[in-house]
Nanobody, 115 residues
Framework: QVQLVESGGGLVQPGGSLRLSCAAS????????MGWYRQAPGKQRELVAY???????RYAGSVKGRFTISRDNAKNTVYLQMNSLKFEDTAVYYC?????????WGQGTQVTVSS
């Protein structure tokens, strides 16, 4: 059974930082593409970043240079370091396990950027 559990969300001021974590169980973590998505109120869920099994990364243009995705295969955990946060980063952030095989999602963690 696959489980993805996010943590680290919260309230932060503009310009601040947060680090999200996603602890995965079920399957061999190291072989999967892991990603972070977000969904703001009234908007579609969008890709924020993903990291492949060999450590290659890709980012949405809106977060490039501010966010960093990483993974620790020994801990079965993927991280999203978010710096220089903006109001428009406010959303529920979801962890995703992708290829190979089916997609799995975490329950989401709220990130609110507000002064």
């Amino acid at each position: 059974q696959v489980q993805l559990v996010e943590s680290g969300g919260g309230l932060v001021q503009p310009g601040g930082s947060l680090r999200l974590s996603c602890a995965a169980s079920g399957g061999i973590f190291s072989i999967y593409v892991m990603g972070w998505y977000r969904q703001a109120p009234g908007k579609q869920r969008e890709l924020v970043a993903y990291i492949t099994s060999d450590g290659s990364t890709r980012y949405a243009g809106s977060v490039k240079g501010r966010f960093t995705i990483s993974r620790d295969n020994a801990k079965n955990t993927v991280y999203l370091q978010m710096n220089s946060l903006k109001f428009e980063d406010t959303a529920v952030y979801y962890c995703n396990r992708g290829a190979p095989g089916n997609n799995y999602w975490g329950q989401g963690t709220q990130v609110t950027v507000s002064s």
